[in-house]
Structures are given as C-alpha cells and as structure tokens.
C-alpha cells in the first residue's frame, strides 16, 4: 500500500526557515514523479514543487528561489527546502506520487495532481506567524 508520512513542520517566524521530509513506503519511488502540495484555510490543495525521478524540478511561481526540492531514492524520502518563510507559506503541507500508469512531469504533476485520492498522508502542518 502507497503511504507518504511527512515530518519537520512547526511555527516560524517569517524570514525563517524549516526542512520538511516525506518518507514514502509501499512502491519503488525511484520510478515517480513526486510533489510537495500545500493547502492554507479556506483555499483549494496547490502544487509547490514537484520533482521527476531524474532530478527535473517545478516550483510554483510564489516559491521560486526560497523552496528547494529533492530527493534520495536510497533512502525513499522527499525533502523540500524552505527559505525566507512568509506568512502565506502557511498551510499544511503533503507530498504525493501520481498515479500509478499515469507517468507525470514535475510541471503536470504539481498543476494537474493526478494523484489517487487515497494515496494522501495526514500531511504536516508550518505556521508562519510573528
């Protein structure tokens, strides 16, 4: 069974920084496209960055030069980077793995999320707050 587990959310002022971790179990994470996503109060789930199983990267436009994606396979974890925290960085934070059969880029998998809907973890949550 697919399970994502993340880790190393918290409270931080903005300027600051955090390193979120995702640990993945149950597939071979070496051969997928994964994504970090977020989702703040009252807004719908939005890619943040996503990376391809070659090391390609997307990140959305509000997170270009701060967030930094990456991934040891070895290890099967994600991890994002995140720098200079602002308080709309606020949300709880989930990584995934699109579909299985449905190969993504990291572009179509952070805008489009083909992602089973079952597939998702409990997430993790940052507050970015003076």
């Known amino acids: 069974q697919v399970r994502f587990v993340e880790s190393g959310g918290g409270l931080v002022q903005p300027g600051g920084s955090l390193r979120l971790s995702c640990a993945a179990s149950?597939?071979?994470?070496?051969?997928?496209?994964i994504g970090w996503f977020r989702q703040a109060p009252g807004k719908e789930r939005e890619g943040v960055s996503c990376?391809?199983?070659?090391?390609?990267?997307y990140n959305v436009d509000s997170v270009k030069g701060r967030f930094t994606i990456s991934r040891d396979n070895a290890k099967k974890t994600v991890y994002l980077e995140m720098n200079s925290l602002a308080p709309e960085d606020t949300g709880v934070y989930y990584c995934?793995?699109?579909?299985?059969?449905?190969?993504?880029?990291?572009?179509?998998?952070?805008?489009?999320?083909?992602?089973?809907?079952?597939?998702w973890g409990q997430g993790t949550q940052v507050t970015v707050s003076s």
């Open positions: 995934a793995a699109h579909e299985r059969g449905r190969p993504a880029s990291p572009w179509s998998l952070c805008v489009y999320q083909p992602i089973p809907d079952n597939s």
């Open positions: 149950g597939f071979a994470l070496d051969d997928y496209t």
């Open positions: 990376i391809s199983s070659a090391g390609d990267t």
